[in-house]
Nanobody, 123 residues
Framework: QVQLVESGGGLVQAGGSLRLSCAASGRAFSMYAMGWFRQAPGKEREFVAAINRNGGRMYYTDSVKGRFTISRDNAKNTVYLQMNSLKPEDTAVYYC????????????????WGQGTQVTVSS
């Protein structure tokens, strides 16, 4: 079992930055690939970024490439999402998720999810 708790969301103006954190409790954090997903009002949840177990491979959806950076600290059982140059269309609830084994950009296989943190970008 892995429990995930996101933090760092909030209200920011367009062009600003936020850093989301996801703290994991439970066993063997380093055995899980980690992902960030988001869900905007009236839309389906979508993939944002993912990182493999040792932090050597990262994947991003096209709309955030060059603006968002995913990273992890296995010693602290935490995964981060640094979000720069934020746009109003980035407004959503952001979820972190843990996937046993290899990394994936598909939410299928992510077995554990946090409760989400709201990110609102004003124009």
């Amino acid at each position: 079992q892995v429990q995930l708790v996101e933090s760092g969301g909030g209200l920011v103006q367009a062009g600003g930055s936020l850093r989301l954190s996801c703290a994991a409790s439970g066993r063997a954090f380093s055995m899980y690939a980690m992902g960030w997903f988001r869900q905007a009002p009236g839309k389906e949840r979508e993939f944002v970024a993912a990182i493999n177990r040792n932090g050597g491979r990262m994947y991003y959806t096209d709309s955030v490439k060059g603006r968002f950076t995913i990273s992890r600290d296995n010693a602290k059982n935490t995964v981060y999402l640094q979000m720069n140059s934020l746009k109003p269309e980035d407004t959503a609830v952001y979820y972190c998720a843990a996937r046993p084994g290899d990394v994936s950009t598909n939410e299928v296989g992510y077995a554990y999810w946090g409760q989400g943190t709201q990110v609102t970008v004003s124009s």
